[in-house]
């Protein structure tokens, strides 16, 4: 199965990057309601594990804060992969915005 790798630095504690990060699924259901479901998340220490489906797709993966930037590791199906690019784009851009 293809990957999902980013790094997103960040210059916040720890403990606030995660608060902010768990906002992370309202962000994408209030940002993109029409075309992301069935979002889930679920936290282990400092790691926040998510799935999500958009346009039928089921994307998850995990989000690990650490001090000094969020680390996502995901997993993409093949049928994806021609929207691999788009998907990494905005979820980049959405992590980057819950942590300015």
Sequence with gaps: MPKLNL?????LSGDE??????KFTEVLEAKFQDQV???DQSWEGSSLEFSFKTFGIKIQGKIEVK????VLDGDLPFSAMMFKGKIESEIREQLERLVR
Excluded: V, Y
């Design 17 to 22: 990057a995660k608060q902010r990060l768990q």
């Design 67 to 70: 001090d000094d930037k969020l």
């Design 37 to 39: 479901g069935e979002l």
């Design 7 to 11: 790094e997103i630095p960040h210059q």
